[in-house]
């Protein structure tokens, strides 16, 4: 290579370089909005900086330092259900009382979110109720809902394990078993927020 081609190619290539580190730049920042755009629509822009600057509290949770706890509850057909044989799975777990008018109006969205996952394979839609008996859930949870409805009457595993004192309130649950998000309130879960939302953790 002759010295002016050698200038050439080092006057390209520095100009080359600033384009594409800024391209690549901006298709980093575009992914990580894309990903952060669900949470920003659900939470609000100040929720959600607080919550990515490690302010805790309340209202919601968002991170990915917290296991969720392993425990077993009864299912409508009378088999337990194992947090531990979950793995593998992102769960979306509700817990809801019947004697909450949120929780009512919501679960109607929480059945839809079950349907319009079934066949993804790898989401399962958990409602905990922590009302005294079956008779109870089934006036808002049927028989055949496609919703898991576990019954936690002694609230052991929803105030005992996950602290829940008011309702409702939805954990979403990685498939390592990690919580990475808790949202404090209603919320149209069939909503296509909601639905990325729970995507970006398949």
């Given at each position: 290579m002759s010295r002016?081609?050698?200038?050439?190619?080092?006057?390209?290539?520095a100009i080359a370089f600033p384009v594409i580190f800024t391209f690549t730049g901006a298709v980093v920042d575009a992914q990580a909005r894309a990903r952060e755009a669900p949470f920003r629509a659900l939470l609000g822009n100040?929720?959600?900086?607080?919550l990515m600057n490690g302010q805790g509290g309340v209202p919601h949770y968002l991170g990915a330092s917290l296991l969720a706890p392993d425990f077993s509850l009864p299912m409508q057909d009378g088999s337990e259900w194992k947090m531990a044989e979950q793995r593998g799975k992102v769960i979306v777990m509700n817990f809801w009382t019947v004697t909450c008018r949120p929780c009512i109006q919501e679960m109607p969205t929480i059945e839809l979110l079950a349907e319009m996952t079934r066949d993804w394979g790898d989401v399962e839609v958990v409602a905990v109720s922590t009302d005294r008996s079956w008779a109870e859930v089934e006036t808002i949870v049927p028989r055949n809902s496609r919703i898991t409805s576990l019954l936690d009457a002694d609230r052991e595993v929803v105030t005992g394990l996950f602290g829940t004192k008011l309702f409702p309130e939805t954990w979403i649950i990685d498939a390592d078993g990690v919580v990475r998000f808790r949202f404090d309130g209603a919320l149209?879960?069939?909503?296509?927020?909601?639905?990325?939302?729970?995507r970006a953790y398949r």
């Open positions: 002016r081609e050698l200038i050439a190619t080092l006057i390209v290539a100040a929720r959600f900086e607080q149209d879960w069939s909503n296509p927020v909601a639905l990325d939302l729970i």
